[in-house]
Nanobody, 121 residues
Framework: QVQLVESGGGLVQAGGSLRLSCAASGSIFSINAMGWYRQAPGKQRELVATITNGGSTNYADSVKGRFTISGHNAKNTVVLQMNSLKPEDTAVYYC???????????????WGQGTQVTVSS
């Protein structure tokens, strides 16, 4: 009963930038962390970046220095700014949120539908 809506994917040339946004809504008491994961064809889903409600961030080594994650606690949103994109960044990017539901105060972990990011060489 927690929905995540992503936006901002698309096609960009190598070296370009894209900005992904994700908004969580529904029966939410609190969100502990939000993040982005990606899955390329034939590969497993992997962590890209996460941010906690306290502002602590974690990045995959492959994106450090190029991607920046930021969050807005009150609006339950997270943004991934992706700069200096490379063809190997091509994947479907999924938003993730983990927290506590409002109705029964139970933990939840929700995923968005995914947004395609394609980087051409």
């Amino acid at each position: 009963q927690v929905q995540l809506v992503e936006s901002g994917g698309g096609l960009v040339q190598a070296g370009g930038s894209l900005r992904l946004s994700c908004a969580a809504s529904g029966s939410i008491f609190s969100i502990n962390a939000m993040g982005w994961y990606r899955q390329a064809p034939g590969k497993q889903r992997e962590l890209v970046a996460t941010i906690t409600n306290g502002g602590s961030t974690n990045y995959a080594d492959s994106v450090k220095g190029r991607f920046t994650i930021s969050g807005h606690n009150a609006k339950n949103t997270v943004v991934l700014q992706m700069n200096s994109l490379k063809p190997e960044d091509t994947a479907v990017y999924y938003c993730n949120a983990e927290g506590v539901g409002a109705l029964y105060r139970r933990p939840f972990a929700s995923w968005g539908q995914g947004t395609q990011v394609t980087v051409s060489s």
